[in-house]
């Protein structure tokens, strides 16, 4: 079974190894949509793959060090792509869930997606 549990918060970042005329060289801010994919078994008794609250509890703190900080601040995200942002997530959340996926969406037409 595969389940999918999405997150937004709001976040400002600057993308340092861009040519200086790039528009994303400067500080700019998105709102972000991450989507946690996960699979495994349902469990015959909850009828969860993972309960959504234990998801919730798991990333809430990631979103903490996120939401309405300036990105390239934050601890191991001196770079933030979305693409470094999945990698970012994943690295935390995927000792705590059974993952298969982060999708880091910067807007609702552009995403980067992380399986490890």
Known sequence: M???QAFTFEAAHRL???????RCH???GHS???ELRLEGPVDSHT???VDFFDVEAA??????QLDHHCLNEVEGLNNPTAENIAVWIWNRVRPLLPLTAV????TPNCWAEYNG
Not at 16 to 22: A, D, I, Q, R, S
Not at 59 to 64: K, R
Not at 103 to 106: D, K, L, P, S
């Open 59 to 64: 990333f809430n703190p990631l979103i903490a």
């Open 47 to 49: 009828g969860f793959v």
């Open 32 to 34: 972000y949509r991450i």
């Open 2 to 4: 595969k389940i999918t």
């Open 26 to 28: 400067r500080m700019h």
């Open 16 to 22: 340092p190894h861009v040519p200086l005329t790039h």
């Open 103 to 106: 999708v880091v969406y910067e």
